[in-house]
């Protein structure tokens, strides 16, 4: 197992051709901070350089996820600017959306292991995650309207979309926390298992995609899933689909899938995701923040 000791609210071992990033300020719960935004950035920049990465879980240490901002600053919290990035304009951008913006564009799929308490940001920012799996003593909650905001990290384009817009309103609207067992009836999470074992059960989902699963398909494919979220028709599907099927047709990669299937034996893919990705997404352009 390998340490990044670099970072100071953050913990990043990399074992097994698996990230664990671990939010590390147990004594406060977690809370978010100006700091743990830039080195979340930063580690997603190490993550989707690295190609011994394949696969990535986000954890809180101690008893917490994460559990919303840190509250420190009192009424001038969400005022003062230290939890946000600057722009050439008046309005400074949400450094929640920053994070969940980033894990968005991130080429490796993430799994979130909410071991406790996740709220504010510590429950927004699992909605860019593929996979969100829950302690039996996890709780979550969207609580802005109960501190005077409004949901951020990009949450009302991520939450409507995972649980529907009935189940976001109700939760949105009322602010309230509640617990894992309705996380998961309300689509949220994927699972629920005891705190001691949840680690395990994700480094489990994630082991099974690095042995089986061939990178570069891997990175489109979580792609073209987020991506389709918000496309207007299903032939934006098919454009992308068929320059996909094309172009990783054409692989190293695909020939080994095939063969190994034949072959009945692993496969061993080969192509990197930092440098052998094929643009099928024609016309794709990222929008700038204004």
């Known amino acids: 197992m390998s340490t990044n000791k670099k970072y100071t609210e953050i913990i990043y071992e990399v074992s097994n051709n698996i990230a664990t990033v671990t939010m590390h300020r147990p004594d406060k719960m977690n809370a978010f901070t100006g700091v743990m935004m830039n080195e979340l950035l930063q580690v997603f920049d190490e993550i989707d350089a690295d190609d011994n990465v394949r696969a990535v879980i986000v954890t809180g240490s101690g008893r917490a996820f994460c559990a919303g901002a840190d509250l420190s600053h009192g009424a001038d919290t ?15 951008r949400d450094g929640g959306g920053m994070v969940t913006l980033r894990m968005f564009r991130c080429n490796k799929p993430i799994i979130g292991a909410i071991n406790g308490a996740a709220v504010g ?6 909605l860019p995650m593929d996979i969100r799996i829950a302690a039996d003593t996890a709780k979550m909650g969207f609580v802005f309207t109960r501190r005077g905001i409004v949901p951020e990290a990009c949450s ?4 409507p979309r995972l649980v529907g817009i009935a189940q976001a309103q109700e939760w949105v609207l009322t602010g309230r926390v509640f617990l894992a067992d309705e996380a998961l009836r309300g689509g949220l999470v994927r699972s629920i298992h005891p705190h001691a074992e949840l680690l395990q059960v994700a480094r489990d989902l994630a082991q099974e995609i690095v042995d089986n699963t061939a990178p ?5 494919a979580r792609q073209m899933m987020w991506r389709m979220l918000g496309a207007s028709h299903p032939m934006d599907a098919h454009r992308v689909d068929s320059r996909g099927i094309q172009e990783r047709g054409r692989s190293a990669d695909t020939r080994e899938g095939v063969m190994s299937f034949l072959q009945k034996r692993p496969a061993v893919f080969t ?19 204004f």
Do not use: C, H, N, Y
């Open 121 to 126: 940001i510590g429950a927004t920012m699992t």
């Open 271 to 289: 192509d990197k995701v930092s440098k052998d990705i094929p643009d099928i997404f024609v016309g794709w352009e990222e929008p700038e923040f």
């Open 216 to 220: 570069v398909s891997v990175a489109l």
């Open 78 to 92: 969400f005022s003062d600017g230290k939890m946000s990035g600057q722009t050439p304009t008046s309005v400074r």
């Open 156 to 159: 009302s384009w991520f939450l």
